[in-house]
């Protein structure tokens, strides 16, 4: 079979700033070739590790021992306090009466980047520690915390010379301790994802989406009814860390345990969160219809009436629940814990589950989750495209494949194309919601080619190939040839790649490869290709 004149995927991934890197292969070679991608906000994937991560570069650490493992002090200063590593650790003790003292943190920055900082703190004997900006960065600061906690925070340099502060509040002699400080710059926009959510590579491409709810995992932030208890940072959340809740209900409940969110207005929604079982073994998300999520088992037991529900494994016994729901009037909705299936929690122990990443969105699909800390928080769309590449594309001939699967059944047209303008291009798209693939060739206007084929489910990935020549064009779907056509003209002068087309009909959907041939294969070749 030939080479690919351009590749994506297939095991073979690399990601720069605002790059997806394609190629192709000449010989034994391997040529790089750009994809500009266009996203100006954070995006979250599962990575190879089946974790939840925000997709971020990180440059090299910024912060001498921000471990503690050596005497090195050099990043760090104090101020109405004193300070000394005990067990790898900082120990910040006041020695004023003025109610606080802190560690100054310094790092050399370069004005308008990012830069991300994390620190662990303890509270110690203290009041509470938290992290505050000083000078030369713009940083949300967190309020005096108590118990044990982590900082993540992303601040933007308005000077080369930056600092915070790991403060302690307290009364002289109160100490706090702070840990694994670091500080690195971070580019975040515009990066592609590359998804692992179902165990091989794939790229993410999702529509603009907003998380409605202000405090994606600080549950004490939402209406708490029927004496339930928040823990929160008790165990390890899907994306690693020990920050999920354990939700647990106290002795005397008369009714189901619940956290309520706002009343959301008229529209179609989706509304997910991160559960894992404790003692109590079902989540209910409740509506305007319910659903019974078993988290022992992984299933959905019972699915009320009017909305559709469906539940995701994320290992470690952790499953993302969601349920998505037209709805005409305002309603509430709330998630409850169930001791069994259309069984409400109302017995008088203290039962337990977890909980984590909540999210509430307007569509009719759950999108990877958005973190929020405080406002809601929006990640626009994804798009794709390369320009310039008509040395790729051979206008007279070749074949446009793509390994893809719809992230829903939801209806509209989404498109990946070879495209000249709006009168000559080849596409590859989803058609309609009845789990459709079309394939679309246009010549100065005219349909040389139009087909279409159901796939079953189009949630499933399908391998689709289609064959332009002049008068002569084909469709293979999964190792099939399903359409054919022996009249027609190629569109003429195609020298860009998109997955953005047609006046807002972006692609939305999963990409394990992609590739462009400048000759028509054969039909064993194309049988051999979509297989």
């Not at 067990?87 to 370069?110: C, D, H, I, M, W």
């Not at 809601?376 to 070749?398: A, F, L, P, W």
């Not at 693939?437 to 100065?444: E, F, G, H, P």
């Not at 692609?507 to 039909?523: H, I, M, N």
């Amino acid at each position: 079979m030939a080479n690919a004149s351009l590749q994506i995927g297939n095991g073979n991934w690399a990601i720069k700033e605002n790059d997806l890197l394609g190629y192709s292969k000449s010989g034994t070679r391997f040529l790089p070739i750009p994809i500009t991608m266009t996203r100006a906000t954070l995006g979250s994937r599962v990575n190879p590790s089946g974790l939840v991560e925000n997709v971020e570069l990180l440059g090299s650490e910024l912060i001498t021992n921000g471990d503690f493992s050596s005497s090195d002090l050099s990043s760090f200063t104090v101020i109405f306090a004193t300070q000394e590593i005990v067990s790898q650790e900082l120990k910040t003790t006041l020695n004023t009466s003025n109610g606080y003292g802190f560690t100054r943190v310094f790092f050399t920055a370069e004005i308008g980047k990012s830069y991300r900082i994390l620190v662990d703190a303890k509270q110690g004997t203290s009041d509470g520690t938290q992290i505050k900006t000083q000078s030369g960065l713009t940083l949300t600061q967190s309020s005096s915390t108590t118990g044990d906690w982590s900082f993540y925070g992303i601040g933007v340099a308005t000077s080369t010379s930056c600092e915070f502060r790991l403060q302690v509040n307290g009364s002289d002699g109160d100490f706090g301790f702070f840990d694994n400080v670091s500080v690195k710059e971070v580019t975040r926009d515009g990066l592609a994802r590359v998804d692992y959510t179902d165990g091989t590579a794939s790229l993410l491409v999702e529509p603009q989406r907003t998380n409605l709810f202000t405090y994606s995992e600080d549950f004490s932030q939402f209406p708490i009814s029927n004496r339930l208890v928040i823990t929160p940072n008790n165990i390890t959340s899907p994306d690693g860390t020990i920050n999920a809740s354990k939700m647990q209900q106290t002795d005397g409940v008369t009714t189901a345990p619940n956290i309520a969110f706002s009343n959301v207005s008229a529209g179609a929604y989706t509304v997910s969160a991160f559960a894992k079982k404790g003692t109590r073994s079902f989540l209910v998300i409740s509506f305007n219809g319910t659903s019974y999520f078993d988290l022992q088992n992984g299933t959905i037991t019972t699915t009320g009436t009017g909305h559709t529900a469906s539940i995701e494994n994320f290992g470690n016994d952790w499953y993302r629940c969601s349920i998505v729901k037209t709805i005409s009037t305002t309603q509430t909705a709330a998630f409850y814990f169930a001791d069994t299936n259309n069984t409400l929690t109302t017995s008088d122990d203290e039962g337990y589950m977890y909980l984590y990443g909540t999210q509430l969105e307007v569509g009719s699909y759950p999108t990877s989750y958005i973190k929020t800390q405080g406002s809601t928080v929006t990640r626009n769309k994804d798009q794709y495209t390369k320009t310039g590449i008509s040395d790729k594309i051979n206008s007279e001939e070749g074949v446009l494949f793509v390994e893809m699967a719809a992230l829903s059944n939801s209806g509209n047209f989404r498109y990946i194309s070879l495209i000249n303008d709006a009168n000559n291009f080849i596409q590859i798209y989803f058609k309609d919601s009845n789990n459709f693939i079309a394939a679309l060739v246009k010549s100065s206007g005219v349909t040389s080619f139009f087909a279409n084929h159901n796939v079953g489910t189009a949630t499933n990935y399908s391998k689709i190939a289609i064959k332009f020549k002049q008068d002569d064009f084909a469709l293979w779907v999964n190792g099939v040839e399903v359409a054919t056509d022996t009249s027609g003209n190629v569109p003429s002068s195609l020298s860009q790649l998109a997955l953005d087309f047609n006046g807002g009909n972006n692609f939305e959907g999963k990409v394990r490869q992609l590739q462009v041939f400048k000759t028509a294969l054969s039909d064993s070749e194309l049988a051999t290709l979509t297989t």
